[in-house]
């Protein structure tokens, strides 16, 4: 099974994406620092540099529909958020979610804000707004979907990965499940192809398949904050993977060599894998494959190496895969 | 027909908004200065105040579906958002988008991108990032979902109604239309009960009802920029209408004393009352009913005097209606 099998197709058509990128730098003025395709957005206010981005968490909610659980959801958006700006040195200032569904059903809506805010609270982020909308004709009964935006800050200077040399090592920091992507086919692999329900216990994991799934995605802030000076590059690793995520911080003259037997990967990726009969390319490009964030150029606490920068063309190199 | 009676009630429990704003103030530090319930949240950076907020545009998207017509979308969220922050005495710096649907048309998403970035460019706003997801299981064929988040910054100090006192004057600027509220129940008037398509044809409104309820949502910022340091309060009119908005930013010893007779409501609302057999009140409540933007204590070119600030409690009164 491939990813786009289970109805979502990462890829677009070039001449498209190259429109928007057009349309899109029509806006830009002096202010703006960063190219489109960076983690974030940068922008020059006075002497102080602001990084925001917006994401959402995918069916993930479909998940948590399916298992009554929506705090976990609260501490997902605002974790990716952080996350995504963290990427480009960027220290987090606030947050606003948006929520619309069918009903605002205050049994999801208060729990998922008690986690967002608890969330917040952790990563030292104001929740200074949001939007709940109630669109009955738009989303089913019962469905809703949930998105967030985040403001931060830039102390010393972007981690914009330009200064990634030959020789420098790339490290890997552990994720806690799938984070917030991939969701729609580990759906269809469970639930469809192998018939499970969400509290079917897996012995291997140890844990009923609906828990492994529903674990909230990690906030590295406390990481790399630490580092933050020192590391060349970040890379979130969201949908896309390692190729298509430490690609946006790659100067066009190294590639990175990813060393996939260097860690171990955890036990949930390889069931899927093994369930859904997933080549391992399209698990390293689908799911982070228990690495949520890679650090280039200087290790941090709790990481592990992982790979290595070499002389190249801009491109993002996975050794040990059975199928490349 | 009442706009409860469509499938969407604006009430929400007492209690389910205290424990949420509880939940809320637990994020605040002593750089939040604003309170729960504005139009944007403020936050002190540096010596700058920053304002944020985020929203979406509706069922406007289901209309627009109907009509095959997508730029004007991009108008709408756009101009929302700076309008919600201008309400604070905010000036837009960037504007970031979300868009989730059942698959990514680029036959919408362009046109959508496109009047985002004009509208952008009007305002003198970056679009300085945005997510697409493709979320097949969360949104049925063809449908999709808009979100967008703007950042601004207040220059002098910020607008927040506090110094608004009896005897001044309130002003209001006109909508173009429906802008981005009440279009379930608008939906469900036309196509339901009048049994149109959006290419009916209406005498009175001299074009068809579809181009009548697609216009875009109007930018106040170039009416109100000029006068920002002299404008006392101003209320965004959104869903909950006057009094959901105005109410905003009264301080309690006062009451906005509207007089609904100083403007012509114009034609499309009150046709939507006659079709939909619609109370006055339920009117004002759900719809802007010609006034987009309400401005407290300083005339703005372009408004009209449309009411009076009086010794109060805080309340909001609609004079001239039929059934109060």
């Given at each position: ?9 990462i890829e677009r058509a070039d001449d498209v994406k190259k429109k928007i990128a ?130 931060g800050y830039v102390e010393g200077r972007i981690i914009d990965g330009k200064g ?5 090592k790339v490290y890997g920091l552990p994720s806690s499940g799938l984070h917030t ?144």
């Amino acid at each position: 099974m491939l990813y786009r099998d289970s109805g979502v197709d990462i890829e677009r058509a070039d001449d498209v994406k190259k429109k928007i990128a057009q349309l899109v730098k029509s806006t830009f003025n002096k202010n703006t620092l960063t190219e489109i395709g960076a983690f974030g957005g940068a922008f020059k206010f006075g002497d102080k540099i602001l990084v925001s981005s917006t994401d959402g968490i995918g069916t993930k909610v479909i998940l948590a529909r399916m298992m009554n659980e929506f705090e976990g959801l609260g501490h997902d958006i605002v974790n990716h958020c952080v996350d995504d700006i963290l990427t480009l040195g960027a220290l987090p200032l606030f947050f606003l979610d948006y929520y619309a569904g069918h009903t605002i059903d205050n049994k999801v809506l208060l729990p998922f804000i008690k986690g967002a805010t608890d969330a917040c609270r952790e990563n030292g982020v104001v929740l200074i707004g949001g939007e709940t909308a109630q669109l009955p004709d738009l989303y089913k009964e019962g469905d809703f979907d949930i998105a967030g935006f985040i403001v931060g800050y830039v102390e010393g200077r972007i981690i914009d990965g330009k200064g990634i040399k030959s020789g420098d090592k790339v490290y890997g920091l552990p994720s806690s499940g799938l984070h917030t992507n991939g969701y729609t086919l580990a759906r269809k692999v469970c639930f469809e192809i192998k018939g499970f329900t969400p509290d079917t216990y897996i012995q291997e994991l140890e844990e009923s398949i609906g828990e492994a799934l529903l674990k909230p995605h990690v906030s590295y802030l406390k990481f790399i904050k630490p580092h933050i000076s020192k590391i060349k590059g970040l890379a979130h690793i969201t949908g896309g993977g390692f190729e298509g995520n430490i690609s946006r911080v790659l100067p066009e003259d190294v590639d990175c060599v990813i060393d996939t037997g260097t860690w171990e990967v955890p036990v949930l990726f390889k069931l899927l894998q093994e369930w859904g009969d997933i080549p391992d390319r399209e698990m390293y490009r689908t799911f982070n494959m228990g690495i949520g964030m890679v650090v280039i150029g200087h290790r941090v606490e709790g990481s592990i190496e992982i790979g290595e920068i070499v002389e190249g063309k801009g491109r993002v190199k996975l050794e040990g895969l059975r199928d490349s």
